[in-house]
């Protein structure tokens, strides 16, 4: 599987800057409008840059956090900034475990490190994390494929409904959900994606953006249509991302991930989760022991897309002062995932212990 092409250049959704302290991202909050790239030189930049969005989706967030120790550490690598700066990255958003995955493991690396070693070795783990993602994804890619083949064979082609955005914008390169979709489409098999809006701050925009950079033919449904598609047998599978997985094999996951589950377990379509090792929390007990994070009202109240003259605009639906409740994630119990999908195989999701031994002692 190639990596993934903006406008016919392979691209990854985060890279650091030859020769400079810095790393580019892709600014998730000008598309589909605008592709603009951003560079982050610093703490503050990257714990920005994930509360704003600007980088969103797991393991990105991640990959992010990793490169904003880096760039914290070239101004003071003191045992006192590298703490500051785990414990800021940390604050930035509590669901997506991978965050502080990356995190934990940036801290352990360079702890024991003299603060003169620190620097250098920070941006090599930095990297490390991101190319461990997109090898991690591409395998994500093969699995997912093994279990979609047989479905595609039945019918003579696929049709598959995600949510959100779990493609290459949301990790560094390939994505998770998406990464089976792109592997079937590179095996020749004729796919094509029903992408859900996923309100409020429509993720779906960015998964129809990058299907259509890559070709994948696909077409957007408001979220409320999910149920009518799966009852009509008009989807072969649904296949979602995760923010995090608990123990038990509860998936946390975008905001309406579970009625998704609920439909598709009702019309009898597999319901399959791809998530890499760094979102699985085995320390975690339960799907009810995961933070949701609860943004802020105004991604409801206000709309945001291209004015008629194609610039950013906003539009306000509510006043202010209309009270709302915006939780950004919910959970999915394990008995409604069929599979979840990761670099290690496929596995149910109450048995994932059994792919990674090593971690529960299984
Ligand atoms: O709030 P977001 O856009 O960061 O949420 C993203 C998701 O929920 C994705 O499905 C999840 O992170 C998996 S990304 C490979």
Known sequence: MAGMKVNGTSTRAIWRVAGQPAVDIIDQTALPHAYRILRLASLE???????????????????????????????DAGDAALAKAVATLGATRPTAVNLHWALARMQAHLAPLPASERGAAAWREAEAIADEDVAQNRAIGEHGL???RPLAEKRGRLDVMTHCNAGWLATVDHGTALAPVYAAVDAGIEVRVWVSETRPRNQGLLTAWELQQHGVPHTLIADNAA???????????????????????????????????LAAKEAGVPFYVAAPRSTLDFAC???????IEEREGDELRVVH???????????????????VANPAFDVTPARFVSEVITERGSAAAHALATLYPEECGA
């Open 45 to 75: 930049d990257t714990a920005h840059a994930i509360r704003s969005m600007q980088v969103r989706g797991a393991p990105l967030i991640g990959a992010t956090a990793a490169y904003g120790v880096a760039l914290a550490l070239l101004r």
């Open 146 to 148: 093994a279990l979609l």
């Open 227 to 261: 149920g009518l598609l799966l009852a009509r047998g008009e989807v072969d599978a649904v296949i979602v991302g995760a923010d995090r997985i608990s123990a038990n094999g509860d998936v946390a996951n975008k905001v309406g991930t579970y009625l998704k589950a």
């Open 285 to 291: 007990p339960n799907g009810e022991a995961i933070p």
């Open 305 to 323: 897309g291209a004015g008629s003259d194609g610039r950013p605009a906003a539009l306000r639906q509510l006043p202010a002062a209309e009270a």
